[in-house]
Every structure is written in C-alpha cells, then in structure tokens.
C-alpha cells in the first residue's frame, strides 16, 4: 500500500540554521508528493508540491526535491527564521484512477530559536 | 474568498452528549475532507465528499461518527454520543477542478470532552 515516512521531531534550531527534513515514500504507480505546513492554532497549508521524478518544488525559501531512485522528497531551507516554527506534513496522492486522496505523513514540529 | 468556514472554533461537552462540527467549503470546490488530528496518531482522514456524494468512508472510526453534506456549500460531522477519546482537532478541507492537488483547509474544530 501506500505510506510516508518523516524524520520524528521535534527538531529545534537556531535562526539562520539549515534545514533539512526528511521523508520517504511506498507507492504504486507514479504519486505526486507534497509538503504541507501548519503554523500554530492553524489549519494545514500547502507549502510545495512535485508531480514527476526530478521536479524539484519550492516556495518561500524552502525546497524538495522528488527523488524516484530514492522514494524521497527531502524538505530544505538553506536559512530558517523564528517565523518558520510549524509542523511540517509530507504527503502523497497516487495517481492512478481517481482516488485523489492524500496519504500524510504524521508530521515534523519545527522550532526556531532567535 | 473567504476561504474554508468551520464553526464552532472550540467546543467542551460532557461524555454522552451529542455534538456536531460543521463546515462551509470554498465556493465552487467538488471535493470536501473531514480529518481528525491527534498527537498520538497525527492527522486522520474520516471521509470524503466529490460533489455531495460520500466516497469514502473507510476512516469514520465507529457508528458514533456519521456525516452529511446535504448540498455543495455545507457539511457536518455528528458525533453520538461522544467519548473522551473523541477529544480531537477536527478540520475540514476541500478541493477543487482548477488545481485537483491542493486541499485548502479549514482552522479547525477544538473538541474536548469532558
């Protein structure tokens, strides 16, 4: 069946840090896979997406990368900001037929210290 | 737009009573999401919607739980009667034709009980 699998949390940093957060993924077929974001007392919001092997989504300052050799899709920032502790959801939608429902990760609570 | 409605933003009831979280889509949006988010086992879809009609209900935990979506702009999420262990963030999220990846959700319902 289809999963995602995320690096457990919480993950602290300091501003300015680096960041990676990892993820993995079992699918069928060709999934499209997506970062979504949760910003406290908010609900979830999409912060990138890929579609193909390869394609590399990004978006405010963050990037993955949609790697089929190794059923990744990596979440990056090459400087975070206070502004960016959230919980940070990786997930999957399978392609095939038209079940378009997302398979979620269980998410990554980030903190950024000043 | 106003974005995805969901009301009450907080509700505190006592085991045995019934309670129903209600949601307004994005106007013009087909598909609408009903999740539960816990820390012990993180976001849950309970079912979804594609223009009014239930597809998939594999999530809905028992027969407590039960959902309509009575026409293309509402939807509740009924509880009967409720237990502690409903005690829940409950959002809701929908989707529509334009761009079929990305779920728009709603803040959330807080639910506690007691």
């Known amino acids: 069946g289809n999963s995602v699998t995320q690096m457990e949390g919480p993950v602290t940093l300091s501003e300015e840090a680096f960041l990676t957060i990892n993820c993995t993924y079992t699918a069928t077929g060709y999934p499209s896979l997506f970062w979504y974001v949760q910003y406290p007392g908010e609900g979830l919001q999409l912060l990138l997406k890929a579609t193909k092997a390869d394609d590399k989504g990004s978006n405010k300052g963050f990037e993955a990368t949609y790697r089929k050799e190794t059923t990744s899709f990596h979440l990056e920032k090459g400087s975070v900001q206070v502004s960016d502790s959230a919980v940070y959801f990786c997930a999957l939608t399978n392609n095939a037929g038209n079940n378009r429902k997302l398979i979620w990760g269980l998410g990554t609570s980030l903190a950024v210290n000043p | 737009d106003a974005g995805v409605i969901q009301s009450p933003r907080h509700e505190v009831t006592e085991m045995g009573q019934e309670v129903t979280l209600r949601c307004k889509p994005i106007?013009?949006?087909?598909?609408l999401f009903w999740y539960r988010q816990t820390m012990m086992r993180g976001l849950e879809l309970l079912i979804y919607?594609?223009?009014?009609?239930?597809?998939?209900d594999s999530g809905m935990p028992e027969d407590r739980f039960s959902a309509k979506m009575p026409n293309a702009s509402f939807s509740t999420l009924k509880i009967q009667p409720s237990e502690p262990r409903d005690s829940a963030v409950y959002f809701c999220?929908?989707?529509?034709?334009?761009?079929?990846?990305?779920?728009?959700f709603g803040p959330g319902t807080r639910l506690t009980v007691t």
């Open positions: 106007s013009g949006h087909d598909y």
């Open positions: 999220a929908s989707r529509g034709l334009a761009d079929p990846y990305e779920q728009y």
């Open positions: 919607f594609n223009n009014n009609v239930p597809i998939d």
